[in-house]
């Protein structure tokens, strides 16, 4: 793996096409609150046939400032971000939400502008979420992992509505050696998370997190997985004060077979 950015466009381009050059976008929750999502997703790029960079200048995809309204300042980091990321084959993050901001958002925010709206939509067909890249770009039918316990799966609202994020993760999940897939009643309902939503509006969010705990117990399931880590730390820290014993993970950690690190929030 390099963690660097090469130093030209040709450079970052694979030199055997079968083996593409992924640029692993690696969030902001993922590197100050989970690093071992980001070593999860390397994991499985590399086992995948990639050749793996985790360019250095990444920042934040901007999407909380996009969200509160703040034009200007995400149009500066989409251009950074396009600018560091835009010569690689791919651009995979392990989240539906920084996904769809980078695929979706970007050219919407840029389109306009002569110069930058046209690299924000070629950017933009270059950028997926990890597991559908796994699966919908590379081919994945199964991981070589195990997992002796019983799982169930929330379905992060940017992932499935904004880049129809559903059977893949479960596809996948499923090839996992000892594990049973459980389904969560009401899977594709918000938690309640929303990034800035929760914070502007506490009451909503906490009622509807609240039904989504509800609904998680009503599965027995010993261990609760997304895609996005934003979601996944709500639902977590929800479960922890209404005493729920259900360990929480990204779907990448079990994907990976990467378990060695205690779940989200420590142990339920």
Known sequence: ?????????ES?????????????????LVDLFRPSVGFAALKLLEEAGCEVSVPQSQTCCGQPAYNSGDRADTAAIAKATIEAFEGFDYV??????????LKKHYPELLGEDPQW???????????????????????????????????????SCSGLRELGIREQPRRLLKSVEGLTLKELPDADVCCGFGGTFCVKYPDISNAMVTKKAKRIGETG????????????????????REGRKVEVRHVAEILAGMTEAPPIGGKA
Request: one cysteine or more; charged letters at 20%; hydrophobic letters at 45%.
């Open 221 to 240: 399931a010993e261990m609760l997985l997304a895609g996005d880590l934003g979601c996944l730390m709500n639902m977590d820290g929800k479960m922890k």
């Open 92 to 101: 995979v993050a392990p989240s539906g939400s920084c996904g769809a901001m």
């Open 1 to 9: 793996m390099s963690t660097h950015s090469p130093s030209s466009t």
């Open 12 to 28: 970052r381009q694979a030199a055997d096409p079968a083996r593409p050059h992924v640029a692993l976008f690696v969030t902001c």
């Open 117 to 155: 709206g046209p690299r924000a939509r070629a950017f933009s067909k270059k950028v997926f979420e990890l597991v559908s890249f796994l699966a919908d770009i590379r081919g994945l039918t199964h991981v070589d992992a195990a997992f002796a316990g019983t799982v169930t799966y929330h379905d």
